[in-house]
């Protein structure tokens, strides 16, 4: 009797607790963009009650390091990861993500710009989706171009460029003519130096895999950036990254500033920046060698194939980058907030190019990066600003300090690419390149 | 004359110990007043000191955009948690090796000791795999053992001292008098070494209140502390240094309180004169 009064009482319980939420645990860095994802997601739980999502934030390195070794081990902590454009086709080689199949009938994959797409497919399969994609730009003032008596192209020159930092430099009143990248990292100055050596005709390795900083067109490159930084950067460049730029930029202190183009909203921002107003773009520099100092980056949404909720992670992977998040986006937080560079649609859409000035610079830019020919030879890797292979990251920190030291003036260009040929030969030997 | 030598060498003591403690103190004082700037001030090229504008936005859009108190909750269990475990271990460790040594115990507690020499991403990847085959990642059980297994060295090496300095007489008369050795430690041992076990419990609230290699490699939404707290402001694009100000103001906050409030205890213990 007892047991049987028992066992009804179970399955009544049973029968009416409400079926368990699916959690989707989502691994993301702190990017405004990200955050506006973060306060806006309650409309996708509110569309799917049964999905539950849990976020951790992370810095960029430790986020890194963390779903690597979750990944790597099977531990399946998170459903969703936040990873850039460098990782995507190294991680789905490695049979470490799923590839996406179910983004949804509406998705319109075909709407993601075809150069950013490429950068996410292995093997003609899709890997991971982007959230917000960039390129770089030159972001300059416009009343301190003016004042220099000078009127910047739309496409301007390397030599053009150091012809306006020269005027635009007035080291007494602490404004200087050029803001780029000195602090050493892979993601950091090797960025810009090596979109600067695609557009001097410039190359990492040549088809066979031998290191080429032994060539004078790195040389050229390395000379022409330690004179811009030298002779009209501020004080303590080397150790300036995209954050410090953007700090000095906003704060009037630089005339030019060459960097990503997802910098255009936040100098535009009135609440944010003291030069909102005086802003221009152009499209990054070239040496008329028929490639400028364009890169290729997204952040980008994936599903690591250690999930046990790829349903539910995959449904919000398409939410998240769908033309519906814009739209909310839009309608939330303004169209010039809409995270930038990922759908043709967004650029044909009059609204949005007249809310943003800096998005037809953008769309261009993002268009004319191509991460399978990235310079003007030609060579055995893909990637713009990277090379995707597992030991770049390594061998790029570690080049990226010699070019940091050859700004801050404690080693000679020629020492600097010479430590970096000798650097990345070793690396490369260690590595068993040239491979099948 | 010696009297005017005295005050000197008194006003010059203080004055170095004024200095370091300033010194100590700034880069902390930093973090707070950072926290009340705006992004744009808090990386301006000439700082200002006091004189900016005021604001409260950091803390306000933190507070909107994280779950404070949830990694309070769970600093709170993991330090406090793993302390207390701790203590219950090291107390007959510390006993044993002070009152009934043996020639193996002076090695013992070098061996212990050797442990905190390891860098811990060396046994990184094996702990990950054992937490992940015991389904203790991101669990704070899992965080409180491995705070425990962490702190313990320590907190065996400050009680063993403590105890050393109280006279075993005392012990052995408890015992002539029919004291179990358990009541023998209860009853009379921890009256008198009080100071010094408030001491560890408190460095080790603090040590384990700080840590922040496996608080942040262990867990991911749900047992994540204070320091994964602060971790998530950091932003590689976008200013972020007065919002993580103001992250890390409100982590170190409660720490701070704690540790103004028993700082007399504390000093007590770790001068440790209390039971001489």
Known sequence: ????????????????????????????????????????????????????????????????????????????????????????????????????????????????????????????????????????????????????????????????????????????EGVYGICLRGKAGWGENVALLTVMANSFGARWFDEQWEPQFDTPEWKKTLEVYTDLMQSYGPPGASSNGFNENLALFQTGKCGMWIDATVAGSFVTNSKESSVADKVGFALAPDAGMEKRANWLWAWNLAIPSSTDSKPAAEKFVSWATSKDYLALVAKEKGLANVPPGTRASLYENKEYLEAAPFAQITLESIKLADPNNPTVKPVPYVGVQFVAIPEFQGLGTAVGQQFSAAVAGNVSPEQALKTAQRLAQRTMRKAGYPKD | MRQAQLLRQKVLYSLLAWTVGIAIFFPILWTILTSFKTELEAVANDPSFLFFDWTLENYKTILNESRYFSHFWNSIVISLGSSVVGLLIAIPAAWAMAFVPNKHTKDVLMWMLSTKMLPPVGVLIPIYLLFRDFDLLDTKLGLVIVMTLINLPIMIWMLYTYFREIPSEVLEAARMDGASIGSEIVHVLLPIALPGIASTLLLNIILAWNEAFWTLILTAAKAAPLTAFIASYSSPEGLFYAKLSAASTLAIAPILIIGWFSQKQLVRGLTFGAVK
């Open chain 1, 1 to 172: 009797m007892i047991k049987r009064l028992a066992t009804s009482i179970c399955s009544a319980l049973l029968i009416s607790m409400p079926a368990a939420a699916e959690t989707v645990t989502i691994a993301t860095v702190n990017n405004g963009d990200m955050v506006t994802m973060k306060s806006l997601s309650k409309a996708f739980t509110d569309a799917n009650p049964d999905i539950e999502l849990e976020w951790v934030t992370l810095e960029e390195n430790i986020l890194r390091q963390r779903v690597t070794t979750d990944i790597a081990t099977g531990s399946g902590q998170y459903d969703v990861v936040t990873i850039g454009t460098y990782e995507v086709p190294i991680w789905a080689k490695q049979g470490w993500l799923e590839p996406l199949n179910n983004l949804g009938a509406d998705y319109d994959v075909d709407d993601i710009l075809p150069s950013i797409r490429g950068g996410l497919s292995y093997e003609d399969k899709l890997y991971a989706v982007p959230f917000y994609a960039e390129s770089s730009m030159v972001i300059y003032r416009t009343d301190l171009i003016e004042k220099a008596g000078l009127e910047m192209p739309k496409e301007p020159s390397w030599d053009f460029i150091r012809k306006a930092a020269k005027a635009m430099t007035n080291k007494d």
